[in-house]
C-alpha cells in the first residue's frame, strides 16, 4: 500500500512541487518492485460536477524511477484541494512554455520544421505563453495540426478561480477517433492565465496544443500578426477604359484601384458587368499579373450602357473588400444634342452633335468608319404632288466618317431647313444614325436610337399682282396708268420689268415682262405678234450659265419663273396678271411697283432714301409718282462692270449641297391617289438617297420638293430660239395696241349687243362666282373671288367679248391651285396615313373644265379618245391651222433658216404632232416653182401656240459664191399635222440677202451686182461690221 502511495506522490512531485493533502485511497491489489503491472487507485471526496477517476494505473519501472499515473477506465475529473504547501501559480513553481506558437488549433504541420512530439517533455506544470494563446483548445482539432501529426487537445472546461485545481482529461486525436487515447490533466485557473500539469506523451509525434491563434497569412495583418486578422486593402475606384488590341479590335477594361496592398500577389479582384443593374458577365483578375478585366466581345453589344461592379478579395480566405460600382458607361456613339431638336425654316444650321465612346482602328488600311445618316418620315406625313415625301430637313452630305485620330472629339452633322415656299404646316422628324462598315467587325450593323426634330415653318403667302391693278405685297391696291416699262420688282440682283402698253381690253396691259437674275434673263413678249414670244438672254459674258428655273405649264399658256433666292413669279395666260410670289428672303428687301415686303402697309407707295409717301393712297386710284420713280430704260440689263461682270451690291446666300437622305426604301414613292399619271407628275425628284454602284451605299442628291406643274425648259434652249428667230429689230419693235382675242370660248352667253359694265358684272358673279371652283375655292386663304369678277366686268365691258370670263375662271383657279399646293394646312390626309393637297378639291381646277372632252382629275385633264391638249380642246382628227411663220422671207446672212417657228390659236404637244415641208425651186426665168416632193418631221412643241420645224439642207443655206439664180433663193411650203391631219400650208422664202430683195409684198427682185449671178474670180466678200470696226 505505501508503495502505490508513494508512486502517486512522486508522481505528482515531477518536475514542480506536488500538491499537499491529497486523499489516495487504493481500492485493490499489491505490487512488488519488480512488478509492473499496474495497481488500482480509488479516489474519493470528489467535488460536484466532477467525475471522479475510479482507478488509475501506476507503472512502477523495472529499476525504480519515477511512477507514471495513467487512466484504469473511463476517466473522471478530480479535484485535489489545497491546504498548504507551494501554489503552482507562482511563476516559480511553473514552467513557462514561450512562443511555441506551432501549437495553435489552427497550425497544420509545418513540414519543413517538422512535427512537434511532447515524448521528452518532464512531467510538471506548465504555462503557455504565445501570440497564438495561451491555453489547451477544448474542442478537436483536426489531424496533423497544432503542429504535429496527433494534436492533444482538453476534454473538459477551464476552471473557475475558486475550484483551485482541477483533474482534466488530455484526449489525443487519432484517426478519425477525437479521444482515440487520452491521459490526465491537471489546470488550475491564475485569473490572467491556466497553468497545466503535464506529462510526456507516450509515443511520436504527438503533441499538447495551445491556443487557437496563428500567423496571419501573406497580404493579411493585425497588431500582433496573429489571428484575428484584417483584410485591409482598399478599394478605391472601379473605372471603365477603353483601348484597342493589338488585332485593332475594341476592348473594354474595367480596372479597379487599389490601396493599403502590402503583397500584390495575394489579392484577386472579381468584376461583375452589368446592363441595367443586370450581370451580363463574371470574371475575375489578379492585379499582379494584368491591370483590368477585359469583357468579351460577345458580351457586349453596341449601344448598350454599362458598368462593372468589382470588389478585391484575398487569395486564400473569404474576405472581401466592400463592392464599388463604377460610372455607367455607353458603348457606342452618344448622341450629344438635345433630344428634341428644334429647326427653323430659313434659320441658321443645327448641329447634330455626337461622339463615340469607343475606338476606332485601322483594318487594312482603312482607319474610318461611316455614318449613314437617314431622315426617318412619320407614318403620317406630308407628299408632295410627285408622289414623294415633303423634303424639308437636309443636310450636306449622307454619310459621315468617324476615324481613328478624331473618333473622341465632338463631330457635328449641320442640318438645315431651307426656305420651301410653303405655309401653315410644322413638321416632326427623326434622324437616324447607322453604321455602314464592311471591315470593322466591331461596328457592323450598329443603329443609334433616333434623333426627334421639330421643323418650324416660316409662313410666308404673300405675293404681289400686275394685272389691271397692281396688288402690293402688304395688301394695297392701286392703278397704274402709266405706259413703258417700270421695275415691278427687285431684291439685290432680282429684278421683274414688266412694260406696259395700252389694250384693246384694258387701259394699260402688261406687254411683256422681263425676269432677270445675275446671269441669265427671260423675257416672254405679248405685243409684238400678238402671241405669247418667249426667250432667254444672258447677262453675263459666261453665255454658259443659268440661274433661273423656268417651268412651262399648261402647255406655254403660263410659265412659273424661280430666282434662286425662292421668289416665284408667275406670267398668267396672254400676260393677264404677273405674280410675285415673296419668300422669307424677301423680307424688308424688296422695291418697285410692288412695294416693300415688311408687313406694313402704311410705307408700301414711299420713295426710297427717306424722300415719304409719293402720295396719300386711296384704294384702286392711282398714285403717277410712285409709279415714275419705277420707270427704267426699256428692259435695261444689270450693269456691267469694266471686266465683263456683274457689280453685286449684295452677296446672296450659299445654301451649298442640301440632302434629303431619305432611306433608300422610299426614294421613289407611288402618289397617293392611283389614277394619277405621270403627266401630273412631270419630272423625278432627285430628293433621294440613292445606292452608288462602287460600294452600294447612298449617294447624296437633291432638289426642293418642289411642285412644278409644268414643263422645265433650259435657258440654253430659250437663247438658241432667241437668235434664230429674233432680229434686235423684232425685239425692241412692240405694237402700241395689242388685238388681243382669248381663245377660250364661253357656250352660250345669251346676251346681244353691247356689253355694259353692270351686266358685265352679273354674268362675271355667275359665270366666276357661281361655278364650283369660286365656291370650294372662296374659303383658301389669297384666293380672292371678288377680284377677279372686277376684272371680267371690266376686260368683257371693254372688248365686248364674254370670252374674258372663261380668262378670269381660268385665271382664279390657278390662283387656288397655287395656294392649295402652299397651304399645307389645307391638305387631307389618306386611307394610308400619306397627307396630301385636296383630291377633290384639285378635280375642279382643270383649265377650261377639259373642254367637256375630258375627265378632271387631281388638277388634270385626262382627255376623251381622240383629244388631247392640257385641256382636252384639240380634235387629233381635225387638221390643225396656222396662222404665221416667223422671220418670212428669211435670210442666211442674218441667220441659219434651217429652223422656222409656225403660229397658231392652238396646238397641243402630243407624239403625232408632225411638220410638213414640201420644198420648191424657183426657176429665175419665169418664176416657175418646181416641187422637190414633201418630207415630214418631228415638230418641236415650244407652246401651245408655237412649234419649231426644221428646214432641209438646201444650196441657199451655203453663203459662199453661187453660179446661178436657183441656187440663191428658195420657196418652203410648211404645214403642221396631227398624223396625217395637216393643216394649209404657209409659204416660206429663204433667200440670200446678197443677190435679192424680197419683201411680202411684192416678188423678190435680183441684186444684180454681186457674186450671185456669175463666177467673178476677182470677187471678194466685204468685210463684215465687226471687221471693219477693228
Known sequence: MLLIVAAVVCVLSGAAAAPENVTVVVSSSTSTSTDSRPATVSTTNFPKNHRPIE?????????????????????????????????????????????????????????????????????????????????????????????????????????????????????????DDCCGHSMPILLKNCTDFIVYFLQPTPACDMAYCAGHMVPCPLGLESDTGFTPCQFLVQLIDVKISVDLNKANGIEIRCQAEIDQVKALETVVV????????????????????????????????????????ARVRHISINTFTPQVLSEEFFAGIQILSPNPMQ???GGNPVELEFTSTLPVGCIRDN?????????????????????????????????????KDDWNETHGIPFRVRYDNLYHGNQQLE??????????????????????????GV??????????????????????????????????????????????????????????????????????????????????????????????QNEGRSYKLVFP?????????????????????????TSGLCGSFDRDGSNDLDLPNGQGSACKYQPRASCEAFSQHWRVKEFQVLDVTETGQIDRSGKEEDEGLYCACRSPYSSKIMPAASNITLVFLEHESTNVIKKRSDDDVIACESSQCFHKNGIEMSEEYLKFTASEFFTVKDVLEKQTDVLLKPYEKIQSDDHGGEWNLHDAKLFCQNYVANSLAAQQCDYVADVKVSDRIVECANDIHTTNDSSWAAVALNNLKYDCKTEIYRNLSLWEETHDGKIVPPSDLLSSLCINNCSGTGECKNGVCMCKGGYVGSDCSINQNLPPVITGLTMNPCDVQETSCKYVIVSGPKFAENNDLRCGIEVFVVKDRDHTAISQGMTFSTAE?????AVICTVPTLPVHSVGKHFNKDSTRALVKVSVCYGKQCSDPLELWVIDSRCWHCDLESPCEPKLHGPCFFYNPYYTEPASKEAKAQ
Not at 406630308?382 to 430637313?393: K, M, N, S
Request: charged share 20%; net charge negative; glycine share 6%.
Open 270 to 309: 472579381e468584376v461583375d458587368w452589368l446592363d441595367s443593374g443586370i450581370v451580363i458577365h463574371q470574371q475575375k483578375y489578379m492585379p499582379a499579373e494584368q491591370k483590368y478585366a477585359v469583357i468579351p466581345r460577345k458580351s457586349w453589344k453596341l449601344g448598350q450602357t454599362l458598368q462593372c461592379r
Open 431 to 456: 434622324i437616324e444614325l447607322k453604321t455602314h462598315t464592311l471591315e470593322h467587325k466591331d461596328w457592323t450593323d450598329y443603329t443609334m436610337p433616333r434623333q426627334q426634330v421639330h421643323v418650324l
Open 343 to 345: 429647326l427653323i425654316e
Open 565 to 589: 433666292s425662292g421668289t416665284t413669279v408667275v406670267i398668267g395666260p396672254y400676260l393677264s396678271f404677273v405674280n410675285v410670289h415673296v419668300f422669307a428672303t424677301d423680307m424688308g428687301r
Open 55 to 175: 482507478e488509475v494505473e501506476v507503472l512502477q519501472p523495472a529499476g525504480g524511477g519515477l511512477a507514471i499515473v495513467m487512466p484504469a477506465s473511463t476517466p473522471r475529473t478530480v479535484l485535489f484541494k489545497k491546504s498548504s504547501g507551494t501554489d503552482p501559480c507562482s511563476a516559480d513553481n511553473h514552467v513557462v512554455l514561450q512562443d511555441e506558437t506551432l501549437r495553435s488549433f489552427n497550425q497544420p504541420v509545418d513540414e519543413d520544421a517538422g512535427a512537434l512530439c511532447d515524448q521528452e517533455l518532464d512531467p510538471g506544470w506548465y504555462q503557455f505563453r504565445s501570440l497564438a494563446g495561451n491555453t489547451i483548445p477544448t474542442s478537436c482539432p483536426a489531424m496533423n495540426h497544432c503542429g504535429t501529426h496527433y494534436p492533444i487537445w482538453l476534454r473538459g472546461e477551464i476552471p473557475k478561480l475558486d475550484e483551485g485545481i482541477v483533474n482534466s482529461q488530455g484526449c489525443v486525436h487519432v484517426d
Open 941 to 945: 412643241f415650244l407652246s401651245f401656240q
Open 367 to 403: 482607319c474610318c468608319i461611316q455614318l449613314q445618316v437617314s431622315v426617318v418620315y412619320p407614318e403620317k406625313t406630308y407628299f408632295c404632288p410627285t408622289g414623294e415625301p415633303l423634303d424639308r430637313l437636309g443636310v450636306i452630305d449622307c454619310l459621315w466618317n468617324v476615324c
Open 459 to 552: 409662313d410666308v403667302s404673300e405675293k404681289c399682282v400686275s394685272s389691271s391693278m397692281i396688288h402690293t405685297f402688304d395688301g394695297l391696291v392701286y392703278e397704274h396708268q402709266l405706259q413703258g416699262t417700270f421695275l415691278l420688282y427687285k431684291n439685290n440682283l432680282h429684278e421683274v420689268h414688266v412694260d406696259y402698253r395700252p389694250c384693246h381690253y384694258r387701259k394699260m396691259c402688261n406687254c411683256a415682262v422681263r425676269v432677270q437674275s445675275k446671269y441669265s434673263a427671260f423675257v416672254a413678249d405679248y405685243c409684238k405678234k400678238g402671241y405669247l414670244q418667249i426667250w432667254s438672254e444672258s447677262t453675263n459674258t459666261d453665255e454658259t450659265l443659268q440661274d433661273i428655273t423656268i417651268i412651262q
